[in-house]
């Protein structure tokens, strides 16, 4: 099973610094330690997976070789690793080789894989979401080399053959009856040694750089959705094909509007006596301003939907509707002719409390018998 790049573990974009990788470990160790997961089994996996992620990410030298070379250069246990021992390697390569000598000899194994997929964090506002937007996004990428064409050489020179493996990327272990075959942990699977390393990549064959892409965001994503940019994610080893890039949506918080998948949910504050006496107020949409009439007595609480008015997913075949949820505002820095008035209003409510305030009374009523029970 492919391993996942070590960047969408920590959920963190390539060019993250040191401290974005710190706060980024923590917050995962700490959601998925074990001991604070003894039900959860796969915890133990996640936590390690991200602390191993971490221990490459935080070496400025493991970092360099990883976003050079991908899993290979900084896995022991992966095919081609730099750290590759002298095991037992690939089980299936090792029993390929044995009846690879029994029927026709042994035979040579081109170390090529493909780039790891990459993810990309990308911010977008609630309206770009709606209606779908296109944007531009710069990311730090692994390139072929223009002074030395890919090859590592300087420039007049070429890589020599590697001289441990006699240019087949692969040396042989015999472990008793069985012959073992692992990548070469000299030239790691090349089969070329570069004597004269090139002034630019450093013999890498590859520099980093940064370039941009133009990314297409449909209309609806929501929070979490991915879009896939083919074959743009880490270079491959030895002519793989590169990996794809994912972009993942996140959406900025909103001053107006709450997102629940194509619903949207807002707060519509009214003055007191628009609630008790009724009235018509308009209140904001992704589309503009939409009227509500709001009925004599309304109450805190009250929703009001308006079909339509929501958002049309990426999935969907109907648009969701906008929640308007009614608050009921206290009044503030009242003229004495205001507190004059709701004073009145007040003895009058006391005089027939079960007819003007029904749910004060209720409650009340529901309290005097608590105590009284």
Known sequence: MAKRDYYEVLGINRDASEEDIKKAYRKLAMKFHPDRNPDNPKAEDQFKEAKQAYEILSDAGKRTAYDQYGHAAVDPSAAG???????????????G???????????????????ADLRYNLEIALEEAARGTETKIRIPAMEECETC????????TQPTSCTTCGGHGQVRMQQGFFSIQQTCPKCHGSGKIVQSPCATCHGAG???????????????????????LSGEGEAGVNGGPAGDLYVVIHLKPH???????????????????TAALGGEIEIPTLDGYAKIKVPAETQTGKVFRLRGKG??????????????????????????????????????????????NPRAKSWMDKVKEFFEG
């Open 81 to 95: 690793g730099a750290g590759a021992g002298a095991g037992f390697g690939n089980f299936a390569d090792a029993f």
């Open 97 to 115: 080789d044995i009846f690879g000598d029994i029927f026709g000899g042994g035979r040579q194994r081109s170390q090529v894989y493909r780039g």
């Open 149 to 156: 064409h890919g090859s590592g050489a300087k420039p007049g």
């Open 206 to 228: 590859r520099i980093k750089r940064h370039k941009t892409l133009s990314v297409k965001i449909p209309s609806g994503v929501d929070e979490g959705d991915r879009i896939r």
């Open 255 to 273: 001053a107006v509007f709450q997102r629940d998948h194509n619903d949207l949910h807002c707060e519509m504050p009214i003055s007191y006596s």
């Open 311 to 356: 958002i049309k997913g990426v999935r969907s075949s109907a648009t969701g509707d906008l929640m308007c949820h009614v608050v009921i505002e206290t009044p503030v820095n009242l003229t004495p002719r205001q507190r004059e008035l709701l004073a009145e209003l007040e003895a009058i409510n006391v005089k027939d409390t079960g007819r003007h």
